[in-house]
């Protein structure tokens, strides 16, 4: 922070850090439940100043940065923040972030850049999410946003997936020039920001904006196009693009196998949220139109953000009992700390250590009961956390007209099944290079949940970067 340097040096720490945080403002409970709307409250321009005013400006590295996948500056932004250079801020979150009002909104903070304040040793963390959220919607509503087109290089990139790493992938290439077409099997673009994170969490029209924005600079969507069935990467290569980027994310939702998991009653979460959070017939499929219907119990599988995003949503479709059964305990849950917060606020109740075995219908021929068995933890699996051991002869029942599975997602294996010499894992994730997303067929890049596995939003959008720096590259050594 050089600029900054003589100021820094009269901070008074502990003054900073005594002062107490703001709270992070929600619509009142008995509000929000209502209605699918955002649930945030944005911050003043005051409120945000004094946030960033507790920022202690610890020395390089600082925790924050370190703990920030895109390793945004984040004390340098508090700084400029508590200047009041709001716009200042925000092009600096823009010059290491490609989606700083989406990830501002829905990344798990209190378990990255928040989650590593120095603060928390005694006191509450700054509030860096929100604050990021407020400079980037200050910079929209007061100069708005623009995307610098580069000199035209005359090269054209493909992208496979329009979600947070094609769409980072996409802000990157059309700055260094390159002509960027995006393929998406959906309607509309956003990925998984527009077809499964819920509009309480991330309002659409954030996405949308944030769309327009590469629209405008010339970045070109081609919808419902699947590739590996209508196209193939040879067809598009064969097109006259000599890049291509693959961020198809894991689409499928991974199945139950219990008995009685077909009954009328029992959905998947993706279509679920889907149908929750968009009212825009153009952006549905046929098939996926209208409010899912639930009854009065609802019962929702699984411990991640969907389990939270779909307890949240089975309130709001005026559910009377939400319930969340899940194997492990609390401890091991992998979904965000502040999203189940939410949700217990507005009425989800949770059960651990419990595991379904059966779906039982009820004389309507529909989900009536859910037979579980209790659970306790071995020992611990490969990805560290303690393994779910039945117990026998333990077996109870949950009354339950609803059962929503949020079990986790599988990737679709056709663009490996299709893409000679594109090598895959044998369960269909793509086999890249983590820096530079370069896969084992020459001008074919991959990033994001498609190559890792289901991640965050901040995590795909570095890994769309990263590839777009490599991919930039790759086309300036052809010919
Ligand atoms: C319900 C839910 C809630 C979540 N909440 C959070 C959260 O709060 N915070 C957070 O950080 N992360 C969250 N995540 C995770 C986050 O959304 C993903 O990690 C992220 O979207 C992955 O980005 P991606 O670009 O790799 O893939 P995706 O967002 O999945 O996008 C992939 C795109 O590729 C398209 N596609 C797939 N196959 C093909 C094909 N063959 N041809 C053409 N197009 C194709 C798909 O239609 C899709 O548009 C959540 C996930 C879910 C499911």
Known sequence: MPAIASEYLAIDRKKRARTPSLEV?????????????????????????????RCVHCPDPAPCVEACP??????????????????????????TSSLPELCGRVCPQEQLCQGS??????????????????????????????????????????????????????EQLIQQGHSVTIFDAKPAPGGLLTYGIPNFKLPKQVVFWRWNDLERAGVEFVPETYIGKDKSI????????????????????????????????VMQ??????????????????????????????????GGDTASDCLRSALRLGAKEVTCLYRRTEYEMPGGLHDRELAREEGAHYEFLTQPVQFIAGEDGRLAKIECLRMELGEPDKSGRRRPMPIEGTN?????????????????????????????????????????????RPGVFAGGDGVTGPDLVVTAMVAGRKAATAIDEYLNGLN
């Open 396 to 440: 109870y029942i949950v009354e339950a007209d609803t059962a929503v599975l949020a079990l986790g997602y599988w990737p679709d294996p056709i663009v490996g099944e299709t893409t000679p010499e594109l090598d895959t894992h044998k369960w269909g994730l793509i086999i890249a290079d983590p820096d530079t997303g370069a896969t084992s």
């Open 70 to 95: 895109a390793h945004n500056d984040i004390p340098s932004a508090m700084w400029l923040i508590e200047q009041g250079e709001f716009l200042e801020a925000a092009q600096l979150y823009r010059q």
């Open 25 to 53: 403002a929600t619509r009142p409970v008995t509000e929000r439940v209502c209605d699918f709307e955002d649930v945030a409250i944005p911050m003043t321009p005051e409120q945000a100043q004094m946030e960033a005013a």
């Open 269 to 302: 979460a993706t279509e679920f949220l889907i149908r929750c959070s968009l009212d825009d017939e153009q952006l549905l499929p046929e098939e996926m139109r209208g409010r899912p219907a639930v009854g009065e119990k609802v019962a929702v599988i699984g």
């Open 117 to 170: 304040c120095t603060h928390l040793k005694a006191f509450e963390a700054v509030l860096t999410g929100p604050l990021e959220v407020f400079v980037c919607d200050y910079e929209r509503q007061t100069v708005g946003v623009d995307v610098v087109v580069g000199e035209p290089s005359g090269k054209k990139v493909a992208i496979v997936g329009a979600g947070p790493a094609g769409l980072a992938c996409a």
């Open 234 to 265: 040879d067809d598009l290569m064969s097109d006259g693009y000599q890049g291509v980027f693959i961020g198809v994310g894991v689409g499928v939702d991974a199945p139950m196998e219990v008995p009685g998991e077909d009954l009328p009653g």
